[in-house]
């Protein structure tokens, strides 16, 4: 049995982290532009506001959390991933997460450390993932071309789109694409309640993982209903036991805010502020098109878009969706990856470019 050899792995991560570092040596986004600064500052101001404020503030506008500035819109595992970088960088030094005094903070010093934060992520969580996805499809399926398998693990590393936004633009993305390539490796090995486990903490990172929730969901409700061939008792018992997987880990990601439906809702406002409507940031999905010939943001409200864009993914999304539930093989799962983004990322209304094109490229990387 074939062995995903650790020496070119390392050799490998250690090339990319250089060119992680080199890439981050450069300026990012929002560098010297007030009064928003970019993607840089929103991680920072996020660290900020979770360090200072109350948890349970964190996704409401008050005095000393204006949302209008960067105000936090990923789920509660980001927010706490900010906490995290924001106890250390108090302890560095505390005008980085100062409130309020350190919005639009920028030196040397703390653009290091943002820098460093973001390749530490992907060293603990990213690389990982890869080295276990790529080491359970040599070792489980038996690749004939086990040099292929390396180049496909260089490649998903060193994929420039990963590497532009996180070490250039500046973004965590590693850390809910490595959590998801984590739950397809665990699919590889079996362990589906692992898997489970995995894809609900990335989804709980960052809610664009929802792409992934279609194939996921499919391959594992094909996976129950294909045991009821044999056995109902076992079938129901699987779909029981990854049911209850799901619902533990949300609560437990989302207990803080558990403590009222206003708390919830007000969270899941931020995750999906639907009045953005679909055309921020000017994402080229199939409504910007249509919007050359028909005027759609003049004719329609943003609610009877988002209905059309719930009705529209469907359409894209059925024919693959049922191909998965029908045969849920592990083949057809990471070709459903591809077929199913580029459906939901066409039609569907909260459209980010960087999740689907990383996304895309990592699961489709791998041996024939």
Not at 31 to 58: C, I
Not at 104 to 131: C, T
Not at 195 to 222: I, R, W
């Amino acid at each position: 049995m074939e062995k995903f050899a650790l020496w070119p792995a390392l050799a490998s991560v250690s090339f990319v982290t250089l060119l992680q570092i080199g890439v981050s040596l450069h300026s990012y986004s929002g560098f010297n532009s007030p009064p928003m600064f970019g993607d840089y500052e929103a991680q920072r101001h996020w660290m900020e506001v979770t360090f200072n404020l109350p948890l349970k503030t964190w996704y409401w506008n008050t005095e000393s959390n204006d949302l209008l500035y960067w105000g936090i819109d990923y789920p509660p595992l980001t927010a706490y991933h900010s906490y995290l970088c924001a106890v250390i960088s108090n302890l560095i030094n505390p005008e980085y997460v100062a409130l309020n005094t350190s919005r639009g903070y920028e030196s040397y010093d703390h653009k290091f450390l943002m820098r460093a934060s973001v390749i530490l992520s992907d060293l603990v969580v990213y690389v990982p993932a890869l080295f276990w996805f790529f080491s359970s499809k040599l070792v489980i399926q038996n690749c004939s071309d086990k040099s292929f398998c390396y180049v496909a693990f260089f490649v998903a590393l060193m994929y420039p789109g990963l590497i532009l936004i996180d070490n250039g633009h500046f973004q965590y993305n590693g850390v809910s694409l490595g959590l998801m390539i984590a739950a397809v490796a665990a699919i590889f090995r079996n362990k589906d309640v692992l898997s489970t486990v995995l894809f609900c903490l990335s989804l709980n990172y960052k809610q664009m993982e929802l792409y992934h929730a279609v194939p996921f969901f499919c391959y594992f409700l094909g996976k129950c209903l294909s045991l009821s061939r044999y056995s109902y008792v076992s079938s129901f018992k699987k779909l029981a036991v990854i049911s209850a997987a799901v619902i533990f880990t949300f609560v437990i990601v989302w207990l803080p805010f558990l403590t009222s439906i206003d708390s919830v809702l007000q969270v899941l406002h931020r995750l999906f502020p639907l009045d953005r409507g679909i055309f921020e940031d000017k994402v080229a999905n199939v409504w910007c098109s249509l919007h050359i010939i028909f005027k759609l943001r003049n004719a329609l409200s943003n609610l009877a878009l988002a209905k059309i864009c719930l009705v529209a993914t469907f359409v894209a999304i059925l024919p693959s969706s049922i191909d998965l539930i029908v045969k849920p093989t592990l083949d057809k799962l990471l070709s459903s990856v591809d077929k199913l983004l580029f459906g939901i990322f066409l039609v569907f209304f909260p459209s980010a470019r960087e999740e689907y094109s990383d996304s895309c490229n990592c699961c489709h990387a791998v041996p024939p």
